[in-house]
């Protein structure tokens, strides 16, 4: 079988012709926040993939007859993916300026824990950005809106440095976005705007803010 691009789900999205809205799949968000002093250097993360979007990688690594071979191929494919999507992430400053990640992230892995795949991945930023009185927004999403990235709780997020403050808010969504977004089924596209933040995906997006005060 041929090995999936990131995940499963991931392939559908960002090679079909057609593009798919609303979540119809789900990866469940945590995020380490290192921060150096008050210089933030990174963002430490796990995409844990829902049921379904991780059975075929299961049962590609399950079925190999080298399984550390399988695990390291969908691992650098998992790589190349997250790297070509911008890693699903948008970072700004308090000037809502966008801050550039690495082109080249760190420590990245793929574990199966029970039937649910899990992809780690370090998004270096391409410097450090220091946070003393100087807030950023951060946040991770699919634009199509396609696939649902969220956290479940604040308890999804943590600082290496307990000086500075890591946040999460929720999105404010009316009820006809979410009626809108819940009406379109796998095969039908939502209304993409041109500017990528005010896509579908971006609109129903947390928001993690961080500072050191």
Request: proline letters at 5%.
């Given at each position: 079988?041929?090995?999936?691009?990131?995940?499963?789900?991931?392939?559908?999205v960002?090679?079909?012709?057609?593009?798919l809205?609303?979540?119809h799949?789900f990866?469940?968000?945590k995020?380490?926040?290192?921060?150096e002093?008050?210089?933030?250097?990174?963002?430490e993360?796990?995409?844990?993939?829902?049921?379904?979007?991780?059975?075929?990688?299961i049962?590609?690594v399950?079925?190999?007859?080298?399984?550390?071979?399988?695990?390291k191929s969908?691992t650098?494919?998992?790589?190349?993916?997250?790297?070509?999507?911008?890693?699903?992430?948008?970072?700004?400053?308090?000037?809502d300026?966008?801050?550039?990640?690495?082109?080249?992230?760190?420590?990245?892995r793929?574990?199966?824990?029970?039937?649910?795949?899990?992809?780690?991945?370090?998004i270096?930023l391409s410097?450090?950005?220091?946070?003393?009185?100087?807030?950023?927004?951060f946040?991770?999403?699919?634009?199509?809106y396609?696939m649902?990235?969220?956290?479940?709780s604040?308890?999804?997020?943590?600082i290496?440095?307990?000086?500075?403050?890591?946040?999460l808010?929720q999105?404010?969504?009316?009820?006809?976005?979410r009626?809108?977004?819940?009406?379109?089924d796998?095969n039908?596209?939502?209304?993409m705007?041109?500017n990528e933040?005010?896509s579908l995906?971006?609109?129903?997006?947390q928001?993690?803010?961080?500072v050191?005060?």
């Amino acid at each position: 079988m041929k090995l999936v691009k990131l995940f499963s789900i991931f392939s559908v999205v960002l090679f079909s012709p057609v593009l798919l809205a609303h979540p119809h799949s789900f990866v469940d968000l945590k995020n380490n926040i290192l921060v150096e002093g008050t210089k933030l250097n990174a963002f430490e993360m796990e995409w844990m993939l829902d049921e379904i979007a991780s059975a075929e990688l299961i049962y590609e690594v399950n079925n190999s007859t080298n399984k550390a071979v399988t695990e390291k191929s969908i691992t650098d494919e998992m790589t190349q993916t997250a790297i070509e999507t911008h890693y699903f992430s948008y970072l700004y400053d308090a000037k809502d300026q966008p801050i550039k990640f690495s082109a080249k992230p760190l420590n990245t892995r793929f574990k199966i824990h029970g039937n649910r795949v899990v992809f780690y991945i370090t998004i270096p930023l391409s410097k450090p950005h220091d946070l003393k009185n100087n807030p950023i927004r951060f946040y991770t999403y699919e634009p199509s809106y396609y696939m649902g990235m969220e956290y479940n709780s604040a308890n999804a997020l943590s600082i290496s440095n307990s000086q500075c403050k890591a946040t999460l808010t929720q999105p404010k969504i009316s009820n006809s976005l979410r009626l809108y977004a819940s009406s379109l089924d796998k095969n039908q596209s939502p209304e993409m705007s041109e500017n990528e933040d005010n896509s579908l995906g971006a609109q129903f997006a947390q928001k993690v803010t961080v500072v050191c005060e």
